[in-house]
């Protein structure tokens, strides 16, 4: 019996609850591919990470018009509505 109010309270908050979660709409991202050489790494990743971009995949590459070694990466970013 002592038990009761606060089951009443959970089940008159929990369904309010889960309607304010499902009025969110889904995050949308955005995603780009940049060939980043040797040389210029540690300023271009601070720079696009001061962008908002995230790294989400990478790999070993050289470039076919310089002969430069670097990365290529993808990257990602929350597109705020």
């Known amino acids: 019996m002592k038990y009761i109010p606060t089951i009443l309270l ?18 949308q991202y955005e995603y780009k591919i940049e060939f980043i050489n040797d040389y210029t790494w540690s300023s271009e990743m601070n720079s ?3 962008e908002g971009w995230q790294v989400v995949g990478s790999r070993r590459a050289s470039s076919s018009s310089t002969d430069d070694y670097g990365y290529e990466i993808i990257f990602m970013r929350e597109i705020h509505s």
């Open 10 to 27: 959970i089940a008159l908050v929990f369904p309010s609850c889960m309607a304010l979660q499902k009025e969110q709409k889904p995050k």
């Open 48 to 50: 696009q990470g001061r």
